[in-house]
């Protein structure tokens, strides 16, 4: 079965972390790139970073920038997204997604509408 599946959300206490995993089965994320989006409820759907598996390019959006990790693990065919200090601005369902398309020549965006194949999220609560 050809799917992405999210783990590692979680109840975080305010400036904890989270390591989330992205996991694909049936299908190899080598040459692809990978975009986490997050939606809270009554807000639009925010793309927060993209990971080329290529060559480990990664771009994140603002709120990110200083405060979030990216990391792969090719034997597991997984992506990590670890985020530290969050705050009460991150509570969301977390998604990873890919286009599966071949990454190898070309960047990734941090648009999760160019990236359409996607797992099912991980909750991310934060609260003390």
């Known amino acids: 079965q050809v799917q992405l599946v999210e783990s590692g959300g979680g109840l975080v206490q305010p400036g904890g972390s989270l390591r989330l995993s992205c996991t694909a089965s049936?299908?190899?994320?080598?040459?692809?790139?990978i975009v986490w989006f997050r939606q809270a409820p009554g807000k639009e759907r925010e793309g927060v970073s993209c990971?080329?598996?290529?060559?480990?390019?990664?771009h994140f959006t603002n709120s990110l920038e200083v405060r979030a990790t990216s990391s792969k693990d090719q034997a597991k065919n997984a992506v990590y997204l670890q985020i530290n200090n969050l705050n009460t601005e991150d509570p969301a369902v977390y998604y990873c997604?890919?286009?599966?398309?071949?990454?190898?020549?070309?960047?990734?965006?941090?648009?999760?509408?160019?990236?359409?194949?996607r797992g099912q999220g991980t909750q991310v609560t934060v609260s003390s």
């Open positions: 049936g299908f190899n994320l080598s040459i692809y790139a």
């Open positions: 997604a890919t286009d599966r398309l071949d990454h190898r020549r070309s960047d990734c965006t941090v648009d999760a509408k160019n990236y359409p194949f």
């Open positions: 990971f080329s598996m290529t060559d480990g390019t990664t």
